[in-house]
């Protein structure tokens, strides 16, 4: 048997605009990450040695 607890919240005016910043702050990191991860793809596919599978070796682009 499964039993599962759902609460609601109802935050007062400063706890909720305090919430509100945790979650634009967690968003603008996401985001900060998430393009770092991107760029640093990008920067290693379009710039980086390639490897030829039929010989196995580098070739460069």
Do not use: A
Not at 20 to 49: E, K, P
Request: overall charge positive.
């Amino acid at each position: 048997m499964l039993t599962n607890y759902v609460y609601k919240l109802r935050p007062n005016q400063t706890q909720d605009s305090k919430m509100s910043g945790w979650v634009d702050m967690l968003r603008s990191h996401y985001n900060w990450c998430l393009n770092d991860r991107i760029t640093h793809y990008n920067q290693q596919f379009i710039q980086g040695n390639y490897c030829e599978i039929r010989t196995q070796s580098e070739v460069s682009p």
